[in-house]
């Protein structure tokens, strides 16, 4: 039986997907354009309520920061510039590296038993 791959994002195949992690992963892939809340919380598979429940204190710990204002929508981005979003996005790409390592010697087995 073929084991199919993991849709998710790897950021939260490794760290689960509570909704602050399932935020973060979309923030981290999609780290340069600026979102509204509600549609972080859509890109994130989250909904607006449980978004607001710790949206303060991400940006109270800088890891996202206010980028404009269109209407009466106010758009975020993360902080690159951040120490904190600095070492996320090293996690990120360390644990995408892993993945695609792990992905790639899956399906080198897979061709291997095959041919």
Sequence with gaps: MEQEFDERRSFEIVFGGSPVIKVLDFLL???EFDYSLTDIA???????????QFWSEMVSLGLVRRTRRIGRAELYKLDVNNPLSKKLIEIDFLVSK?????ELKRQAIKHAVVA
């Design 29 to 31: 892939d999609n780290r």
């Design 42 to 52: 859509k890109g994130a598979g989250i909904g607006w309520t449980t978004l607001h």
């Design 98 to 102: 892993m993945m695609v390592r792990k």
